[in-house]
């Protein structure tokens, strides 16, 4: 296990609705990152939370945003669903310092919008 | 184009028997390169990690060998396992972007009795 949580394991939702997913990162993380992963594909980057400020981002839409809370937990919204944002949703947790930072990834939400 | 290829797409091999997966990029600078084991269904789990002055680092029956005048870094098992049976992915760290992680699209391996 590497100490990062995801919340829900799995959801279902249709197409121009909103959702919310959750992610809980390693005690002492600052930092959180969140990739697409679509079926058969490698992680995508959507953005990376720092302090509770984004400063990275994948290409993806302004209809994908986040949020990261003074406790280092963090939530992925996704605004007006579409199909192909059918997923895997992972964030990964590290805590930003010198040198190579190891990321550690939580098992993931699968998203199925319909 | 991927700026993280890998090959084979898949692989099957026998239990016990050794496999050498391939990794070529483009991503450049870079700082560090990595490899994560990935279960079905599952978040990425990290294997090695290298930095572009590392030429090998072994984690047990895995062994991850970086050749950065090529750009190519490979990932050899020994004496495969059931549990080894997984997806394989090749990761680059891109240097001044922030320690954002370019994923290749894997290698799924698939071990046999």
């Known amino acids: 296990e590497t100490g990062v949580t995801q919340s829900p394991t799995h959801l279902i939702k249709t197409r121009g609705q909103q959702v919310t997913l959750r992610c809980s990162s390693q005690s002492g993380h600052n930092t959180v990152s969140w990739y697409q992963q679509a079926l058969g594909q490698g992680p995508q980057f959507i953005f990376q939370y720092y302090r509770e400020e984004e400063n990275g981002r994948g290409n993806f839409p302004p209809r994908f945003s986040g949020l990261q809370f003074p406790n280092y937990s963090s939530e992925l919204n996704v605004n007006a669903l579409e199909l192909d944002d059918s997923a895997l949703y992972l964030c990964?947790?590290?805590?930003?310092?010198?040198?190579?930072?190891?990321?550690?990834f939580g098992p993931g939400t699968r998203l199925t919008v319909l | 184009k991927n700026q993280v290829e890998q090959s084979p797409q898949s692989l099957i091999i026998l239990e016990g028997k050794n496999c050498t997966l391939q990794?070529?990029?483009?991503?450049?600078?870079?700082?560090?390169l990595r490899w994560y084991k990935q279960d079905t269904g599952r978040g990425p789990v990290s294997l090695t990690i290298?930095?572009?002055?590392?030429n090998t680092k072994s984690n047990g029956r895995y062994t991850a060998t970086l050749d950065a005048d090529t750009k190519q870094s490979s990932l050899h098992i020994t004496a495969s396992q059931l549990s080894d049976s997984a997806s394989y992915i090749c990761v680059v760290n891109v240097t001044g972007g922030g320690n954002k992680l370019t994923f290749g699209t894997g290698t799924q391996l698939k071990v046999e009795l």
């Open positions: 990964a947790s590290r805590l930003t310092s010198g040198g190579i930072n190891e990321q550690f």
């Open positions: 290298m930095t572009f002055s590392e």
């Open positions: 990794c070529n990029y483009t991503v450049s600078p870079f700082s560090n």
